[in-house]
């Protein structure tokens, strides 16, 4: 009860006027050029909260200020605030979806800390979601002391909403380089993925793992817009994001991870049936030779094809090769020689037709691929 207490008088002092634990002011925005003052970087925010009924703009200061913000089951996040503070900006209830309450910007100017909010409605004959909607937005700030100022700014869109558009970036902390780079990540087992997901107008954002290897027990812990996978075991992991708008709409962003030694696979296409048998990829390393074809072929090169192509797969990250394309003298094919890390297409270079370009050994050279910052270097 005593919680409970708290909270319907924090809401009573924004509402009606009474005695707050912390005064703040509030004002409306006429428009125009935004408030000048010092930046102040605005830090965590908490989506999984769900908003208020009552419509309200607070500073929490304190732990038993902002335990009384947060409805049972769900338990305040845990934060030090002799070093920060809580902004908070509830619209209060909204009758359909399409709603929303955000922090913009936080300024200090002179004695006075401003925050910008931006409360927008949607624009007349939008199809929306039907039922209630409660739009709002915490943020943390660093802790101060004096006068704050909430501005608010009150908008219409000008049309109707999109699904909204996700940007995810995702990093493994391996030492090598190769290994996180790409659209698909290639952590060696045990390792952990960290990622973070940025839109505008997001409201929620909800994390999950859509695949994972037989026997992994693998798992995502995320909060908000920030999550973290676990590799367990070696293979293939898929990651999924899902935000979703204020005015209900959702979308949904996927990320592959692929735990364990990843390889290069290396093709040499021939666009000329008759003359792909003339070709052929040829491997070094060291002082150790890989021939498509050949018996004898050192055990970090797999060879395979047919008479269209020669494919070779070699480990990643185990030192450079020398890549080279052998042709008989008769044989003058229009090729392609293909270099992928995973589904990552490192280089895609034409093999010249013209025999002026060759040397008198019949081979051409392709480049030396740099198997740690995966790149090919000519």
């Known amino acids: 009860m005593p919680r409970l207490r708290f909270a319907a008088c924090l809401f009573a002092a924004a509402i009606l006027g009474c005695p707050a634990v912390n005064r703040t002011i509030v004002e ?16 965590r925010s908490f989506e999984q909260h769900g908003g208020s009924r ?16 947060w409805r049972a089951p769900q338990r305040a996040p845990a934060l030090d605030f002799s070093e920060q503070m809580v902004l908070v ?23 006075e800390q401003i925050v910008e909010v931006v409360e927008s409605s949607p624009a007349p004959g939008c199809p929306l979601a039907q039922g209630p909607t409660h739009p709002f937005h915490l943020v943390t700030v660093p802790r101060w002391e004096g006068t704050v100022r909430f501005v608010v700014e009150r908008r219409v869109r000008p049309g109707c909403l999109a699904p909204p558009e996700i940007r995810l970036s995702c990093r493994t902390a391996s030492p090598e380089p190769w290994r996180s780079a790409g659209p698909v990540l290639h952590p060696s087992p045990g390792d952990r ?8 107008g997001v409201v ?34 898929l990651l999924g994001v899902q935000a979703r708008a204020a005015d209900g709409q959702a979308s949904l962003q996927r990320v592959e991870v692929a735990a364990g030694s990843a390889a290069y696979q290396l ?23 890989c021939v498509f074809g050949a018996a004898d072929a050192p055990p970090w090169c797999a060879g395979s094809g047919d ?3 020669s494919r070779f797969e070699v480990p990643a990250g185990e030192g450079d090769y020398r890549i080279l394309v052998q042709r008989t003298p008769e044989a003058q094919p229009s090729a392609t020689v293909l270099v992928r890390l995973g589904d990552w297409e490192i280089a895609r270079v034409e093999v010249p037709s013209d025999g002026a370009r060759w040397s008198a050994s019949g081979a051409w050279e392709m480049g030396r691929l740099d198997s740690e910052r995966a790149r090919l270097a000519r």
């Open 28 to 43: 409306e925005s006429r428009g125009g050029p935004r408030l000048g003052g010092e930046p102040i970087a605005m830090g």
């Open 54 to 69: 009552h419509r309200a703009l607070l500073v929490v200061r304190t732990r038993p200020e902002w335990d009384g913000l």
């Open 89 to 111: 900006a509830f619209a209060g209830r909204k009758p359909t979806a399409g709603h929303s309450m955000r922090i913009e910007r936080v300024v200090r100017a002179g004695a």
């Open 193 to 200: 993925v960290e990622c973070e997901a940025r839109g505008e």
């Open 204 to 237: 929620a954002w909800s994390w999950s793992l859509l695949g994972r290897p037989e026997g992994s027990a693998a798992r995502v812990e995320s909060e908000g817009p920030r999550a973290v996978l676990g590799t367990d075991r070696p293979g293939a992991y």
């Open 267 to 289: 093709v040499l296409r021939a666009e000329e049936p008759d003359g792909a048998l003339g070709l052929s990829l040829v491997l070094e390393r060291g002082g150790s030779r």
């Open 307 to 309: 008479e269209y192509e």
